[in-house]
């Protein structure tokens, strides 16, 4: 019978615990693993206009530098967890580490487009066995209670940062030579590999992999991210987007049903049971969804509204990090003292308060009366929902099944961020264009003429669509605070009465 999280064996009982400077730099290891995934999903948006301008890279396939690496992270989240379950969380996340630092090499020697998307699709797979097993090592290694929350809080300060960071890092190295937004993995990952050490490996789930689960859920997911993604591109309508989405729609069927009948299922539906873990992803949809949405709006926004250069947009996103590690920060203390919901309903408020006012900036807003405020208390919000939302889906899960709840969480944020994005882009862009057609374009062609009577009225329309984006976006955050009221119910975490297992060398 498999224990909970924070129970030994027998055996294990009368092991010691890792020392301290041992478990703080397995927090190290795990911490930069989770904010190198992070980053890596924004760090080329900055650098786009010149790995299209050097490697020659059309329009139409331009957006699948990022898009790849979001196709394969979101697809594969779910194999990369169970992976981790059935073969050794340590040894899967050495695995992850390995071949994202291997797949950056390789993008960032890449000499046309063909090898570059295919060494973001190599990187989103090497994050999709990283991501998952790197938060169920939390679980792992830090005994739920005080310790775990700690953990969490500079995990979720991590994965919050990663984002504007990304954005940051981008802008710096891009005026150096793009290839270095690549990289810049590197050493990250060398050093990585060697901090593995430090971490225990935990129990092995003896089952087996549920290889129909595995190939009908990732089809399924790949699927289903894929007709998101092209959706933004090609509009909903388009005969490709509806067929991938039917394609998903069977697929994932065929999985639920195969996950009820097969006994080692890749996605045990046992873990849906617990109304908290229900509701914390449930949460985790929506939020990812507000929140890859503002980051695309903003950075929109600064660039073609306010003129700044890439590294220019890149440090006005720091007032976001630092709420963010704020945030966090404060929620993992308070995570020992309050419930869950006390904790994650306030953060909600204030981030729906950001949001708002985010939705009130125009073509001549102050960056530092404004948005930079306005960014900052989004920030503070988001950070405070992140730690409850993560406890609340790891908190009481059996050892066998750590893995795969952490791979649903990180799911559903990306499929999440993916359809957010996708909707918020079409609502923005028809808000716009219902103001002035094709006012991206015409933008564009107004700054080329120097045509400022043009240049405002086009400025003014896309302030418009990024204006509502927020304003939807606050709308997804209310959602997210009626599904905390209503399904987290848990009380305080308290520290566990058991000692986890000790370091495995």
Known sequence: ???????????????????????????????????????????????????????????????WVVNSYALAFGGLLLIGGRAGDLFGRRRMFRFGIAVFTLASLLGGLAPNEGLLIGARVLQGIGAAVTAPTALSLIATNFAEGEARNKAMGVYGAMAGMGSTLGLLLGGVLTDVDWRWVMFV??????????????????????????????????????SLVYAITRSGEA????????????????????????????????????????????????????????????????????????????????????????????????????????????????????????????STLDPGSSYVTALMPAMFVTAVGLGLTFIPMTLGAVSGVDQQD??????????????????????????????????LPDAAVTLHKALAAKDLTLVHRAGDALTQGFSTAFLVAAALYVVALLITLAAITATKQEPADEALPGHVG
């Open 1 to 63: 019978m498999s224990k909970p999280l924070g129970a030994v064996s027998a055996a294990g009982a009368d092991e010691a615990p890792p020392a301290v400077q041992r478990s703080g730099l397995a927090l190290l290891t795990i911490a930069m693993a989770q904010l190198m995934v992070a980053l890596d999903g924004t760090i080329t948006n900055i650098a786009l206009p010149s790995i299209q301008s050097d490697l020659d890279v059309s329009a139409s396939n331009l957006a």
């Open 185 to 222: 993995n590197i050493p990250i990952g060398v050093a990585l590999l060697a901090g593995t050490k430090s971490l225990a490996e935990g129990e092995r789930n003896p089952g087996r992999l549920d290889i129909p689960g595995a190939v009908t859920g990732t089809l399924g997911l790949v």
């Open 235 to 358: 509009g909903w309508s388009d005969v490709r987007t509806l067929g991938c989405f039917a394609a998903a729609a069977v697929l994932l069927v065929v999985f639920l049903a195969l996950q009820r009948r097969v006994a080692h299922p890749m996605m045990p539906l046992r873990l849906f049971r617990d109304r908290n873990r229900f509701g914390s992803y449930a949460m985790a949809l929506f939020v990812g969804a507000g929140m890859f949405a503002t980051f695309y709006f903003l950075t929109l926004y600064m660039q073609q509204i306010l003129g700044y250069s890439p590294i220019e947009s890149g440090f006005a996103y720091l007032p976001f990090s630092v709420g963010m590690v704020l945030a966090a920060t404060v929620g993992s203390k308070l995570a020992g003292r309050l419930a869950p919901r006390r904790i994650a309903a306030p953060g909600l408020l204030i981030g729906i308060a950001g949001m708002l006012w985010l």
């Open 402 to 435: 750590a893995g795969i709840a952490s791979a649903l969480l990180n799911t559903v944020q990306q499929v999440g961020g993916a359809l957010g994005l996708a909707v918020l882009a079409t609502i923005a862009t028809t808000t716009a264009d219902n103001r």
